[in-house]
């Protein structure tokens, strides 16, 4: 067994959120590897195993308990939550935020939806069958009750089981003697060890849900790998049938995949999937699940991922932050272009150093004497676009993002910008990157002049409970006092890093579901405009005909019905003519 405690240790952390997240993961498997303190004699006998964990924590490192267990539950041997505060908007109300002052209430989505897969709540329902100990001070005032009795009313819920979780409450405060290491903690560790040896069983009906397979382990051996829609929650609900059969149903997504654990049972019979069949189970990473034109299919292998989005190369931008990062700044143009983005590198790097981080600042000159491999292992944050950055201007002619840059202005999608002050931070693939299991992302932050490039810096998160989407495009009058309502654009690739207008906000697409916005197709329709007087005109006619068996009723009908089909396959054609034949 290993036990991780998750401690209130400082804000370095990022509250056990992103890299705080990934940092804790990566300890466990350092510390089961290296072993670090233990005589060597004694390393075999007392080699913990990291597929039986042990969560433990207080206050922040109680959020973190909440954070590792929900979206790693198949290694979660059990979770002690102490003192755990749920989100920041319960923990710190978000409704004091000026800068969601202009925003419409689906740019505020886009915004919250980068942060949303810590929100643990939403994670609750991965929890059911995890032993789980809640302790909290009935007076405290810093982190108060209703937080651990939310969670425990959400867990007992989905498990039809009012005592699901153990709760045990005391008089005192946030901090009280035996936090983590009192009788009941200890007895709860001691009991919990029993699953070391058999897996424990699996509810009779669960559901898995992940709002980003890319923080996401697996749930009942079920691991969610790509979703349909970004910023959207994924579910899958599974039913364990007597004759072993297991009848899946999914919301959201395009691959999942079976990962063994000792810890939880697995499918060994057949597997229904939204009423398609399949005889055995396909376990990841070897094989997975599909979705492709409506049908559920096998897919063999990772390959996948070098053209697609998956788990290595989900945003949003707030995760090229995550693992080992290098800055490089571009030196082409002017000695005073060349000076300030290497002075916004420094003072990127100088930042996240006070945060944890030790990232070194390279000269785009520098970088490309280094080799393909070493580029390609690390995720990259670009300072200048193509006219200004050697590394810049190599992604941009392999990357698949919808995003062009020319003298002094950038397009996104259909969109162009400029002007002065404007600028972009978004996400990427690394060019440099070329094997599946080794893929990494990189940002780019540019803009039509310095200013421009240090506003769209500004834009990349560097602490917890901040988000920002795939990409941001700022600047104009409303910019810094306008809050994520000045923001000129922003939004989610799609899964093959294409603009996704369903996921997005800017001049052409209006701000989707929100208010009135632009139409985004008005200025491609002219072209089609002679077409459909054209297709129309035959419609009549035929309609003509119609009319006079039918009468008028059925031809008024028959001519909405098919000018709207005419209209709508227009529309598919606009849309896959812009976007490389896919929409």
Not at 367 to 385: D, E, F, K, Y
Not at 397 to 409: C, G
Not at 425 to 453: I, K, M, R, Y
């Amino acid at each position: 067994m290993t036990l991780t405690r998750t401690p209130t240790l400082t804000h370095d952390t990022r509250d056990w959120q992103g890299p705080g997240y990934v940092n804790a993961l990566s300890s466990i498997s350092s510390f089961v590897e290296n072993m670090p303190g233990v005589p060597q004699h004694l390393r075999v006998s007392l080699k913990p195993n990291k597929e039986f964990v042990l969560f433990a924590g207080h206050s922040m490192g109680g959020h973190g308990c909440w954070v590792l267990s929900g979206h790693n539950p198949d290694i979660t041997l059990g979770a002690i939550c102490a003192s755990p505060w749920l989100t920041f908007d319960l923990y710190s109300p978000f409704t004091t935020r000026i800068g969601y002052s202009l925003a419409s209430t689906f740019e505020e989505h886009l915004m919250n939806a980068a942060a949303a897969e810590y929100d643990v709540e939403l994670y609750a329902s991965n929890m059911v069958g995890v032993p789980v100990l809640t302790k909290q001070g009935k007076n405290d005032q810093t982190v108060p009750p209703y937080h651990a009795r939310r969670m425990q009313r959400l867990i007992d819920s989905h498990s039809g089981n009012l005592s699901a979780v153990i709760s045990r409450e005391n008089q005192w405060a946030h901090w009280f003697g035996g936090i983590l290491n009192d009788a009941d903690s200890m007895a709860f560790a001691q009991n919990i060890t029993k699953w070391t040896a058999r897996p424990r069983s699996i509810p009779a009906h669960f559901r898995v849900v992940t709002m980003n397979p890319a923080s996401s382990g697996s749930v009942g051996s079920i691991r969610i790998l790509q979703v349909a829609l970004l910023s959207r929650k994924a579910t899958a609900d599974v039913t364990i049938h007597s004759d072993g059969t297991w009848t899946i149903a999914t919301s959201n997504v395009l691959r999942f995949g079976f990962e063994k654990h000792p810890l939880v049972q697995y499918p060994t019979g057949k597997i229904v999937i939204d009423k398609h069949e399949f005889l055995t189970a396909q376990f990841y990473p070897g094989s997975h699940y599909w979705l492709r034109s409506q049908v559920w299919q096998t897919c063999s292998g990772c390959d996948w991922e070098l053209k697609e989005r998956g788990p290595r190369t989900y945003g949003p931008l707030a995760r090229v932050l995550e693992g080992s990062v290098k800055v490089i700044f571009g030196t082409s143009g002017s000695n005073s272009n060349s000076a300030a983005a290497a002075s916004l590198g420094v003072a990127f790097a100088n930042d996240l150093f006070f945060l944890g981080y030790n990232i070194p600042v390279l000269a785009d000159r520098a970088a490309a004497t280094m080799s393909l491999p070493a580029l390609g292992s690390a995720n990259l944050v670009l300072i200048g676009g193509p006219d200004t950055n050697a590394v810049t201007a190599q992604c941009a002619r392999r990357w698949a993002v919808p995003l062009t840059f020319h003298n002094r202005s950038f397009t996104v999608g259909i969109d162009t910008f400029d002007g002065p002050g404007v600028g972009i931070a978004a996400l990427a693939p690394n060019c440099f990157s070329a094997s599946p299991d080794q893929l990494h992302t990189v940002v780019v932050v540019a803009g039509t002049d310095a200013e421009g490039t240090a506003r769209a810096l500004a834009q990349l998160p560097r602490r917890s409970g901040m988000g920002a989407p795939d990409y941001v495009v700022v600047g104009g009058p409303r910019y810094g006092w306008g809050g994520v309502g000045g923001w000129l654009a922003s939004g989610y690739w799609g899964n093959t890093w294409g603009y996704s207008p369903s996921a997005a906000t800017g001049p052409s697409v209006g701000v989707m579901g929100g208010g009135p916005g632009q139409d985004p197709y008005k200025k491609h329709r002219k072209q089609h405009i002679t077409a459909a007087v054209v297709g129309v005109g035959i419609i009549i006619v035929g309609v003509a005909v119609a009319s006079a068996v039918l009468g008028a009723g059925a031809t008024y009908f028959v001519l909405l019905h098919r000018a709207q089909r005419y209209y709508s396959d227009l529309k598919e054609i606009e849309l896959k003519q812009r976007h490389g034949g896919k929409t």
